[in-house]
């Protein structure tokens, strides 16, 4: 085990843009967390509403990123964390009161996991369909992403890295780009050298109302499509499936298997 991790600092960053409304419950339930993270950090992304204010109200740092788009927003955030764990949610999402600790305790459990995501369930909608909607989503989007990545992709909504991972990454990450899915982007990147795993029990709800017309699913799923083809040819799918295989032959034969880092 890691000997920081019994006194590990911990950062979440939040991006928002124009949410004052779902940021302030999103904060309300970090302030009532059984672990509670060392600094929150709300990276405000041209809000023309009071998203700033609420964070501000909340103690919360706020940073702003004038760049459009959630990747450049996001990795603002990861950028300023000083937390030696980094946990990311979106505003319109609230995390149940364990989810701090859970996320940490996860870590400390496995010292060879540096990579930990999770999903979510739908706090809206209609009653009897918000489980199944979200397990289905979520089921569909990791299925098609791992096709594509080798192995389990990031949820945005409920993720959580060290911070040393994201420092191994940051100048690959296709921050400038608003049109790619930052979660979907990060896992290509994170995925190559640390290990990704699943913690089905870190809770969260999210809004469904990214999922409300048929012309924003429509959006994401094109977003995603072309998250994944920026990355080829040297991460097409069968030639990083090799590669990938090799490199983990590789390293428990003690072998280094460091990538550079694509710029």
């Known amino acids: 085990m890691p000997r920081w991790i019994d006194s590990a600092t911990v950062s979440v960053v939040i991006p928002v843009k124009d949410d004052a409304v779902e940021l302030q419950r999103c904060l309300a339930a970090l302030d009532v967390q059984t672990r509670r993270p060392d600094e929150i950090i709300v990276v405000d992304n041209g809000s023309s509403d009071a998203s700033p204010d609420v964070a501000r109200t909340a103690r919360a740092t706020v940073v702003r990123c004038d760049r459009p788009g959630i990747p450049a927003a996001a990795a603002r955030g990861y950028d300023r964390a000083r937390g030696d764990v980094v946990l990311r949610l979106d505003a319109d999402c609230v995390p149940d009161a364990g989810w701090v600790e859970g996320v940490v305790a996860a870590f400390a459990a496995r010292p060879d996991v540096h990579v930990f995501t999770a999903g979510a369930r739908f706090s809206d909608g209609p009653p009897l369909l918000r489980v199944p909607l979200a397990a289905g989503y979520l089921v569909a989007y990791a299925a098609v992403s791992a096709s594509a990545l080798g192995h389990l992709p990031l949820f945005g909504s409920n993720l959580a890295f060290h911070r040393s991972a994201w420092q191994d990454v940051r100048a690959a ?34 809004s469904m109302r990214p999922f ?11 977003r995603g499509f072309r998250t994944v083809v920026i990355h080829w040819p040297a991460d097409f799918p069968p030639v ?24």
Request: avoid cysteine; proline fraction near 3%; glycine fraction near 8%.
């Open 173 to 206: 990450v296709h921050r400038r780009d608003a049109a790619v899915h930052d979660d979907l982007d990060l896992a290509f990147h994170l995925g190559e050298l640390h290990r990704i795993r699943l913690l089905p029990r870190a809770h969260m709800t999210m």
């Open 212 to 222: 409300s017309s048929l012309r924003g699913f429509a959006s994401r799923i094109g």
């Open 240 to 263: 990083r499936w090799v590669r990938l295989v090799l490199r983990r032959v590789l390293a428990r034969g003690g072998v280094p298997t460091r990538r550079a880092v694509r710029r």
